[in-house]
């Protein structure tokens, strides 16, 4: 077996998804939307599991971590408050040929003229047309709350998760009775009306985030930061994903956020290039003193050991959701050379995704439909799918031949397939077949799904 040398493309990587039912392109009968995607049987397992493993590790492995789920429509006040009606905005330009939209920044570090000069100007990356003046766009989406569309009823989907959390700190706080240095933790939706989207699930308007507001004395900023971004780069690391596809990237001063005095990104190295999929902000008190001042609550907390009040820092670790299930299946994506069971050589292609984020676990697979192994394997099926021992999805599959059932798993990244052949019905064992190395083992039927949990664990 060995590896066939290739440059993954994301056409590949959006042909899988959509041929093996991980996402689909929303609305796709009318003819899609743009940037807005559903997740389909697999892609939905693959992303609860990407977001259980995020918990397991940043909620439930830790002791200063609790967990919050806030709405998505608040007070608009809060936005307000927090810097996001008048400061979330990125510049845009308008092609005067082809009437395309773009950020700037981003016509910026793509253009193919000469842009060693400042006074070279931008032009279209479509058409070559010359470009309007930039002006401000404001990237939150507004609706209305109630019957009467007005100015009194405006509010915004939240583009953020982070404020839901800053507003809950006195309840936090009160009800956990928890002690600095402490964090809290959400998953959920938010939205951004991207002036550019692109690039598959990594850039679009409807996302989810997973994050962590951790709350440190001022002093101790620094330290905790620099905690946060080794052990976010580790959560990645400790799934599969290949260290040499990954970076840090500090930002520079002017593409820092109104609030954050120092943001580490985590980058990985996508078919395209170089994309975000992690940053890691410190926001100092920007955010608890903006909505103390607005609300005229104190969102201070009070240091026992000095008896006096402090308004803490915030370290800030943020995963985009999405762009982790890309990463997960970007990095897992592998096309091999092997020898089929004849002496041919044949390829496959095996996503060697980290078995507690495969949307599918184990595949029984009865040798063929025959009407004598079809009992058994389906009594194999419910037995393991029913065991205490394994958590997630378990496939019955018997369609096709055994070899192309094998490729089918391999391609969704199930880590080991159950064989139900007709040696099974005189000595009640079944195959254990794993993913990567192709190897296959004989065990009883009576021991098998002790064994599996084994093997995925």
């Not at 796709?28 to 743009?34: P, Q, R, S, T």
């Not at 190395?437 to 949990?453: D, G």
Request: aromatic share 10%.
């Amino acid at each position: 077996m060995s590896q066939t040398p290739s440059i993954l493309k994301l056409s590949e990587i959006v042909s899988l998804c959509k041929r093996r039912g991980f996402l689909f392109q929303s609305s796709e009968i009318y003819g899609g939307l743009a940037s807005t995607w559903d997740y389909g049987p697999l892609g939905v397992e693959l992303k609860n599991n990407v977001k259980n493993a995020w918990w397991k590790t940043m909620v439930w492995g830790r002791d200063d971590v609790v967990g919050i789920d806030s709405s998505i429509l608040m007070h608009p006040e809060v936005w307000k408050a927090s810097g996001h009606v008048d400061g979330f905005t990125d510049p845009l330009v308008e092609c005067t040929d082809c009437k395309r939209r773009y950020r700037e920044d981003h016509i910026s570090s793509t253009n193919t003229e000469d842009t060693n000069s400042p006074d070279t100007p931008l032009v279209c990356p479509q058409c070559s047309g010359s470009l309007t003046e930039p002006r401000m766009f404001n990237l939150m989406f507004k609706t209305t709350i109630g019957p009467v569309e007005d100015t009194a009823s405006e509010a915004f989907l939240r583009p953020e998760t982070a404020q839901g959390i800053f507003v809950n700190f006195n309840n936090i706080i009160t009800t956990t009775r928890r002690k600095l240095p402490f964090g809290i933790a959400q998953t959920g939706k938010a939205f951004r009306n991207e002036i550019t989207t692109g690039n598959f699930i990594f850039r679009t308007r409807e996302f989810e985030i997973m994050e962590i507001e951790f709350f440190v004395d001022p002093k101790d900023a620094d330290k905790w930061h620099k905690s946060w971004i080794a052990d976010s780069q580790k959560w990645y690391t400790n799934l599969g994903v290949n260290p040499q596809k990954l970076r840090l990237r500090d930002h520079e001063p002017n593409e820092l956020a109104h609030y954050s005095t120092g943001t580490c990104d985590i980058e990985y190295l996508y078919p395209w290039g170089w994309g975000e999929i992690s940053g890691i902000a410190n926001r100092t008190d920007f955010d608890l003193r903006a909505h103390t001042d607005s609300s005229g609550e104190s969102l201070s907390y009070f240091d026992d050991k000095t008896g006096k009040h402090i308004m803490p820092y915030v370290i800030e670790p943020t995963f985009g959701t999405d762009r982790a299930v890309m990463t997960f299946l970007v990095d897992a994506y592998s096309e091999e050379e092997i020898l089929s069971g004849s002496g041919k050589k044949e390829s496959r292609v095996v996503l060697k995704i980290h078995p507690s984020l495969a949307p599918v676990k184990i595949a029984v697979l009865p040798l063929s439909r025959n009407e004598n192994l079809v009992p058994l394997a389906k009594e194999v099926h419910e037995t393991v799918r029913k065991s205490e021992n394994i958590t997630g999805m378990i496939q019955y599959d018997d369609a096709q031949s055994i070899g192309k059932r094998y490729r089918r798993q391999d391609e969704v990244g199930t880590p080991l397939c159950v064989t139900v052949d007709f040696d099974s019905l005189d000595d009640k064992s079944v195959t254990i077949r794993e993913r990567d190395s192709m190897s296959q083992i004989r065990v009883p039927i009576a021991n098998l799904t002790k064994e599996l949990r084994n093997k995925l664990e």
